[in-house]
Every structure is written in structure tokens, then in C-alpha cells.
């Protein structure tokens, strides 16, 4: 599982090979984002387009597939605008795609503000995440002792229950630094990220939980000012195979596991911001269906 002495020694992560270089990228590619001609005046309707496409590649790295195939931007679409429902008892592929979109959704109304407050974040986009595959009195509620994960992301076990408290008080410490800009963003975020899911604090919807937590700190830290940078698929590249090589290689806690995650999450941050540069430029043309 993800090491501790990482967040204890987050300061020298930047010192790690290749990995100044390519948060250095992603900055480059979100300032470029940003001056996009559809982003002077339609920032909005940018940034929702992205969040579907976000929410979907989310849901697609869980898995989820509804109706036999894989999950189709109209359909994702739908959901989040309330045309399309899901079936009285939705089955686990549609109980995945509804807490990527609720979380997605929720992680918009999440501001730098209320970041300043991680525990209750994190709570919050929990209680989202898993709102259609968890029973009530799970959500938002951490493990205890006990109590077991049904996540696997080839990371090896969760923490036990009873290291979970100490374990996720260091996580929001570090969503702390994230929202008071006391480290470079990209590198927290992608710190954040792995920790989560290394602790996997939560009984389910850790990884959904992790990847909009990801989007709105980039976003609210001024990393993505727009919201428009579709991260969650950068991640989902080759069908996400490479995401989970990265994070067992950072759960391994080696500096050269660490390295090859943070070097790899700031480039989905690339990738993600080259996906917003598509959403821009179909918003530009109207033709964001599909």
C-alpha cells in the first residue's frame, strides 16, 4: 500500500526524476487551455460538456458498462441533464455511472472555500460517489474497525480499518496544502489521488471518490481555472491499464514507483487539458452530441 514516509516527505517528491518536468507540462497545457477562443464567452457551457465526458471516462475506469456496451456520451449526457432515468433497481454497471455523475456533479459545487474544510469535502463528494451503490450509514462515513473494502486496484489490501482515522487525517492535510497553495497543485492532487486510493478509507466509490476530488482541486487551485480539462480521461487512456500500472507502482512506495505515478499523473493532466481543447473546439462549432 501507498507508503507513509511519501506524505511525510512530500517537499523532495519534485526532486524525483522526470517529475518537475512534466508537472511543469501540465501547467503548460492548462494555460494553453485557457486562452482558447470558446472560453472568452462560453466558459459554461465548456465546462459542463467536459464534466460529462468526465464522468463518463470515470465511470468506464470502474468498469461500467450499461446495455451491453460501453458507456456512450449521449447517454452520460442524458443522465446528468435528467432526460434519461435509470431502471427502478439499477444494476451495478448503472449504480457506477450514477455516482460518477452525482459526484461530478457535486465536485462543481465544491469551491476553494469549502476545500478549506477537506474532512467535510470529502464527506460531501462520499456521500455523492456513493450514493447508488452504498446504503446510507456508509456514506460518508470512513471505515472503522472491522470493516473492509470491496475495492481492488491491484495495490495490494487496503489499511485496516482501525489505521484508517490516522491515515485519511494525513490525506486531508494535504487537500489543506492543495487549497492553501502552499505546494504545487498537480503534484498534490496526484499525491492525494494515490493515497486514497492506497488507504481506500471508504467501504466503495473510493476510485470516483478520487478522481473528482482530483478535478476540483486542479480546477479550484487554478491549475484548469475554466474546469474544462477532461483529466478523468487522460486516466482512462488504453482503457486505463496504464492508470493501474501507476498506481501499483506508487503503492509499492519505492521512489521509483512514486516517481513513475507522479510523472504519469501529471501527464494525464496533459492529456486532460488536450481533451478540453476537443471540448472547446466542438463547443466553438456546436457540435458537442456524440
Known amino acids: 500500500m501507498g507508503d507513509m514516509r511519501v506524505i511525510d516527505r512530500v517537499d523532495e517528491l519534485s526532486q524525483l526524476p522526470g517529475v518537475a518536468d512534466q508537472v511543469q507540462q501540465a501547467r503548460k497545457a492548462c494555460e494553453e487551455l485557457r486562452w482558447h477562443p470558446a472560453l472568452r464567452r462560453r466558459i459554461p457551457e465548456a465546462a459542463a460538456e467536459s464534466r460529462v465526458r468526465g464522468a463518463a471516462a470515470s465511470a468506464a475506469l470502474e468498469g461500467a458498462e450499461v446495455a451491453g456496451s460501453r458507456l456512450s456520451l449521449t447517454l452520460v449526457r442524458d443522465v446528468m441533464r435528467g432526460a434519461s432515468r435509470p431502471p427502478a433497481q ?61 475495492e481492488n486496484l491491484g495495490m495490494g489490501d487496503p489499511v485496516p480499518g482501525h489505521e484508517v482515522a490516522e491515515r485519511l487525517r494525513r490525506i486531508i492535510e494535504l487537500i489543506s496544502g492543495v487549497a492553501a497553495g502552499r505546494q504545487p497543485t498537480v503534484l498534490l492532487s496526484a499525491v492525494v489521488h494515490a493515497e486514497l486510493l492506497a488507504v481506500r478509507p471508504f467501504v466503495a466509490a473510493n476510485g470516483l471518490l478520487a478522481r473528482a476530488l482530483e478535478r476540483v482541486t486542479l480546477h479550484r487551485a487554478g491549475v484548469d481555472p475554466t474546469g474544462v480539462a477532461v483529466i478523468e480521461a487522460g486516466h482512462a487512456r488504453s482503457a486505463g491499464g496504464e492508470y493501474h500500472r501507476a498506481l501499483s507502482a506508487y503503492a509499492t512506495g519505492e521512489p521509483e514507483g512514486v516517481a513513475a505515478w507522479l510523472v504519469y499523473a501529471a501527464g494525464a493532466v496533459v492529456d486532460g487539458a488536450h481533451d478540453g481543447v476537443r471540448v472547446a473546439d466542438a463547443v466553438l462549432a456546436g457540435r458537442t452530441a456524440g
Open 90 to 150: 439499477p444494476d451495478p454497471q448503472w449504480q457506477v455511472l450514477l455516482g460518477a455523475v452525482r459526484v461530478t456533479a457535486a465536485a462543481e459545487q465544491t469551491t476553494r472555500a469549502t476545500l478549506s474544510a477537506p474532512a467535510q469535502s470529502l464527506a460531501r463528494l462520499h456521500m455523492a460517489a456513493g450514493s447508488a451503490l452504498l446504503p446510507s450509514a456508509s456514506l460518508g462515513r470512513p471505515r472503522g474497525g472491522g470493516e473492509d473494502c470491496r
